[in-house]
């Protein structure tokens, strides 16, 4: 067995769907919706756009060599299906569904796309800073992906803690949506930390880069929650 043989098929990934999310929200092995209530909505739609879109990208990956980001498809796929299971038990709008897959996208795109020999993810967008290490450079496109994803993250958090803990203050959610978010972004790191110790060689960056992105995850979610909330309050005063 290769040694990187664990990156998902579109078939593994069919039977995941079908284990976590039951036999009713799946027909012949293929991620749709079971009901036409879900198929209005439009969640079949969106995990079936999403897993394929992964599994298309895991193969790209695995056929150019590229083993690194093949292992975070395993995370993206993991994280797909929470965010699945949340959604089947939740009313979360289809846009907010459907931005989470896009920032799946562009995550993939970093690590697949390349720009005059180097890869998107590590391409200059800005250059606001600039230190005499090459590791410390703002502005990133990794860096920004980061902060928008995290931003959307938030903010997805946050509606889903307004729907299902009416009671909790609007500081105690904006904490909360914070620190989850956070707390995601350090499962990503994890799963960097995981390649390096896997793989004989990557991309990951050192230590400039972890802190960077914790950084600017951390930027963007409290950006997402400060002007979501804004807006909520904004568009209830307005009534």
């Known amino acids: 067995m290769n040694e990187f043989s ?12 079908e284990h976590v999310l039951g036999k009713d929200e799946v027909i012949g092995s293929i991620p749709i919706v079971g009901s036409m209530k879900n198929l209005a909505r439009g969640r079949g739609y969106i995990l079936s756009f999403t897993l394929a879109y992964i599994a298309l990208f895991s193969a790209g990956f695995m056929y150019g060599g590229n083993y690194e980001f093949a292992i975070y498809t395993v995370v993206m796929v993991a994280a797909t299906l929470l965010v699945a299971l949340i959604a089947r038990d939740t009313e979360i709008p289809n846009g907010f569904l459907w931005a989470l897959s896009g920032m799946g ?13 180097e890869r998107l993810y590590a391409y200059r967008i800005w250059d606001l800073y600039e230190s005499g290490d090459p590791g410390l450079v703002v502005l990133k496109y990794d860096q920004f992906i980061h902060l928008l994803g995290y931003a959307v993250i938030a903010v997805a958090i946050h509606y889903v803690l307004r729907r299902t803990m009416p009671g909790l203050d609007a500081i105690g959610r904006a904490v909360l949506s914070i620190l989850a978010a956070m707390a995601i972004g350090s499962i990503n790191e994890l799963a960097e930390f995981s390649a390096v110790l896997l793989l004989p060689r990557t991309g990951v960056g050192d230590y400039f880069n972890t802190m960077l992105d914790l950084s600017f995850n951390t930027l963007g979610a409290v950006a997402g929650v400060v002007l979501y909330e804004s807006w909520v309050r904004l568009k209830k005063y307005s009534e």
């Open 105 to 117: 996208i562009l995550h993939m795109l970093g690590g697949g796309v390349h720009i005059h020999g």
């Open 6 to 17: 664990f990156c998902p098929s579109l078939a593994d990934v069919a039977q995941l769907v």
